[in-house]
């Protein structure tokens, strides 16, 4: 289940994008963000990808002088969440 929620206050809008998905060990939270980087090589082929995602779209919130974190619970699901300043 994906959920996607936004909320706006005077400064900024907040992108909330969560799933009910595998979840990210608190090591790899750290690192997810970095080209090139995917949590658990041994499943890498299973999943695919190429850890370019979250790199761009970092690089992209970053011009726009936003925020991005994550907040994620292995076994149980990821959000990440954009702050955009308005
Ligand atoms: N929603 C998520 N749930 C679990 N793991 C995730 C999620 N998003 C990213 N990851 C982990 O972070 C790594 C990097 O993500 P990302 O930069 O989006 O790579 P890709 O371009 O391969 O999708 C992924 O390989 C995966 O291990
Ligand atoms: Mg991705």
């Given at each position: 289940m994906i959920n996607v929620s936004i909320k706006q206050d005077l400064n900024n809008?907040?992108?909330?994008?969560?799933?009910?998905?595998?979840?990210?060990?608190p090591?790899?939270?750290?690192?997810?963000?970095?080209?090139?980087?995917?949590?658990?090589?041994?499943h890498s082929?299973?999943?695919g990808?190429?850890?370019m995602g979250l790199a761009i779209v970092k690089q992209i919130v970053?011009?726009?002088?936003?925020?991005?974190?994550?907040?994620?619970?292995?076994g149980q699901g990821t959000t990440i969440i954009i702050t955009l300043p308005i």
């Open positions: 809008v907040t992108v909330r994008i969560s799933d009910t998905g595998i979840g990210i060990s090591e790899d939270q750290d690192r997810i963000f970095e080209r090139f980087f995917k949590a658990d090589r041994s082929r299973k999943y990808g190429s850890g970053s011009l726009h002088k936003g925020d991005i974190r994550v907040e994620s619970e292995p």
